[in-house]
């Protein structure tokens, strides 16, 4: 079974994912039981401050995760690249089912062992110390469970911000459109999801016996679980960088490009933690600002059109130029370019540009009424992306783009789901699947030419980046870097091997 085989192969690695897994779903539902459970009780006690806090329970958990993440990462001491911003993502999601849990647990005891609690003297914390919470806890349990069950779900997503977790392997799966690397994550995440939910029942059904010494025994345990918790969340919060963290974007190109740079560092004695696989171009850069990141590979053309929001120069090295000067003014180095330029390419199926006669971007024009276009989300949004495109070109399609997973995208135009594609010029993906590159004879897309952005700071504590990344200047070919991608996508390869072979095969 290909997903058997793949665990052997990578078992030290799947063990390190799932430990970083079951760390961020534990710490994060302690720090969620810690908040909600107190909240909880506030709740029941006092109806009108219960309606708000269960309105801001209800909204957090409403917001998509991917949306959550985006919206947490540019936040001062909790944002960033990471596991503090998941274990913030995370905590959020958990609070409702504990809350709400608690308040009803609470609103549930009969009212006649409140009062008999009262007539025996006993203050009101005594009650909720001694009586109330010993006999809500099944309930709260259950609420425990389920905000469980929850966690160990989401935080998959939480590898799309370098937080590390079983999502590594579905990220890295879509990006190389390989099943079994997908499934390879998704498997132990569903298995941890059932495993938790069971144990958990199996304590909630333990508690229902009635008897309130074992609750009292069970609360006990619960604030033992809470301190462990806390303690393993302060190392996670810590996050002891290592001497260089290098990132990379979502797909495979840039993976490679990440862990290329990563190995080149690592021949110099550099110790570096690798941060790939992260949400696209504004998460790789933002991480690279707030010093999340020391350094990632960048395409000029994105810089400068994306980032900065300029014209692109056509000429390369005007192009180039342009993007040092304006990742200068942020303390940002934009070094030496790896040699190859990875454009922005439009697809079409191969039959189709055959069968009628299709060379250039311009003779889709007779075609766009009938067509469905395609692009990478990221593509819809640029400056040098869709809308100008359409205006460069005058086209106008039947109707409005399906936005998509750039790693999707060639398999959606191959099967036939869309008409139309933006690729990208080194990937493998285009001959595999028999697709066709029209011309771009009006030039609306400008030189994307790889270079790797560092931060000024890293490169002052770290003389050694420099010299490492000259290595690799102007040694990466086009032809290179197609090989490098058909390699992992075609071949299913792992990164590192590929790239270990590639930087060996280049002389000194």
Not at 8 to 18: R, V
Not at 158 to 171: D, K, M, V, W
Not at 420 to 446: H, K, M, N, W
Request: proline share 5%.
């Amino acid at each position: 079974m290909p997903v058997l085989r793949f665990w052997q192969a990578h078992a030290a690695e799947l063990l390190g994912l799932l430990q970083q897994h079951l760390l961020l779903v534990c710490v994060s539902t302690t720090i969620a039981v810690v908040i909600g459970l107190p909240a909880g009780v506030i709740a029941a006690r006092r109806p009108r401050a219960g309606r708000v806090i269960l309105a801001g329970a209800n909204v957090a958990q409403t917001i998509p995760s991917l949306a959550l993440l985006g919206f947490l990462l540019p936040l001062p001491f909790i944002g960033g690249i990471g596991a503090r911003t998941a274990l913030v993502a995370l905590t959020l999601y958990a609070l409702l089912p504990i809350v709400r849990a608690t308040v009803t647990g609470l609103a549930t005891i009969d009212r006649a062992i409140i009062e008999a609690g009262t007539a025996m003297g006993m203050t009101p914390r005594q009650l909720l110390m001694m009586v109330e919470l010993p006999i809500a806890l099944p309930q709260i349990v259950a609420g425990i469970r389920v905000a469980t069950v929850i966690g160990v779900g989401t935080a998959t997503v939480a590898a799309a911000i370098g937080a590390g977790g079983l999502g590594e392997y579905i990220f890295r799966g879509l990006a190389m459109v390989d099943s079994t690397t997908i499934l390879a994550g998704a498997i132990p995440a569903a298995a941890l999801a059932l495993l938790a939910d069971a144990a958990l029942a199996a304590a909630e059904r333990w508690l229902r016996g009635g008897r309130v010494r074992k609750a009292r025994v069970a609360v006990a345990a619960a604030a033992t679980v809470v301190a462990l918790g806390i303690l393993a969340g302060s190392a996670v919060v810590r996050d002891a960088r290592a001497t260089v963290v290098v990132g990379s974007k979502n797909f495979t190109e840039q993976v490679i490009l990440g862990e290329m740079v990563a190995q080149a560092l690592e021949r110099e004695g550099m110790t570096v933690d690798r941060r790939l696989n992260l949400g696209g171009t504004f998460v790789c850069d933002k991480g690279l600002r707030s010093g999340d990141l020391d350094l990632y590979v960048e395409y000029t053309g994105t810089a400068v059109s994306a980032i900065f929001h300029e014209e692109v120069p056509r000429d390369p090295q005007r192009a180039l130029n342009r993007t040092r000067e304006l990742y200068a003014r942020s303390q940002l180095s934009a070094l030496a370019p790896l040699g190859f330029n990875n454009t922005f390419t439009i697809l079409v199926r191969g039959r189709d540009a055959r069968e009628r006669g299709l060379r250039t971007i311009e003779d889709l024009a007779p075609l766009t009424a009938s067509w469905t276009p395609g692009f990478g989300h990221e593509f819809l949004q640029r400056q040098d992306g869709y809308p100008g495109l359409v205006s460069a070109y005058g086209l106008t399609f039947k109707s409005q783009p399906r936005g998509m997973e750039l790693s999707l995208i060639y398999r959606a135009l191959a099967d036939g789901q869309v008409d139309v594609i933006a690729g990208d010029a080194t990937s493998a993906l285009i001959a595999s699947l028999d697709l066709a590159v029209l011309e771009d004879t009006r030039q609306y897309f400008p030189p994307y030419d790889a270079v790797p952005v560092v931060r000024a700071a890293s490169l002052r504590r770290e003389p050694a980046i420099a010299r490492a990344l000259s290595h690799l200047a102007g040694r990466v070919s086009a032809k290179d870097m197609r090989a490098l991608n058909a390699a992992v996508d075609l071949e299913k390869r792992h990164v590192r091997d590929v790239v270990a072979q590639f930087l060996g095969s280049l002389a000194p």
